[in-house]
């Protein structure tokens, strides 16, 4: 089954404390890309990679770092987090050569940093 | 910058209501528009598209139409169930730079029986 998975589906963690929320896709799609979804505000970029090694920002990236050593992982990983990272978080990935230019969404990472 | 603004929820209506979210954009190329819903407790589902100005998305009973003239892509439904309720995104696509999806803030609708 086509997908893309993320782990931990749920985190609560304290501030300061490094840790790493993991994206892996089964599609070969080049296209991933990290958003937040935060109430009145909807989804918005973070992070997003082109293809292996070729990462880039967002709209959004401070206090984030991201990886892409293979095709289909893609890493964000927060160095200190802090309680305004609150938020739920959403890895998605698309076919570089789709002109349906659709993008495929995990199920999400609820993380909450106090 | 491109933006997309929706309607203002939450929205409350009674099952087999019609529904209307308004949905507008604001994008220097020519965007493609989606709807994604997110149910309870879920991730995002595409619920349709459109490429271009005057193309008609449609599934479940939804449907939306891109009007560029008015740079709107309202979504509709004759009658909605009470498994229609979710929140609804609206978002823009441009194939240049990030390639990112532009989301609006969502609605969340809620349909009682």
């Known amino acids: 089954e086509a997908q893309v998975t993320q782990n931990p589906r749920y985190l609560i963690t304290v501030t300061g404390k490094k840790l790493t929320v993991t994206c892996s896709q089964n599609m070969n799609h080049e296209y991933m890309s990290w958003y937040r979804q935060d109430p009145g505000l909807g989804l918005r970029q973070i992070y997003y990679?082109?293809?292996?090694?070729?990462?880039d920002k967002g709209d959004v990236p401070e206090g984030y770092k991201v990886s892409r050593k293979e095709k289909r992982n893609f890493p964000l990983i927060l160095e200190s987090p802090s309680p305004n990272q609150t938020s739920l978080y959403f890895c998605?990935?698309?076919?570089?050569?789709?002109?349906?230019?659709?993008?495929?969404f995990g199920p999400g990472t609820r993380l909450t940093v106090t | 910058g491109d933006s997309v603004t929706q309607m203002e929820g939450p929205v409350t209506l009674s099952e087999e209501a019609c529904l209307t979210i308004n949905c507008t954009y604001t994008a220097t190329g020519y965007p493609s528009l989606f709807w994604y819903v997110q149910y309870p407790g879920e991730g995002l589902q595409l619920l349709l598209k459109?490429?271009?100005?005057?193309d008609k998305g449609s599934n479940k009973g939804f449907e939306a139409t891109y009007r560029k003239e008015t740079t709107s892509f309202h979504l509709e439904k004759g009658s909605v169930q009470v498994s229609d309720s979710a929140v609804y995104f609206c978002a823009s696509f441009i194939i240049q730079g990030a390639q990112k999806l532009v989301f609006g803030q969502g609605t969340r609708l809620t349909i009682n029986p």
């Open positions: 990679s082109m293809n292996v090694e070729v990462t």
């Open positions: 998605a990935s698309r076919d570089y050569d789709s002109f349906s230019y659709e993008q495929y």
């Open positions: 459109a490429t271009k100005a005057d």
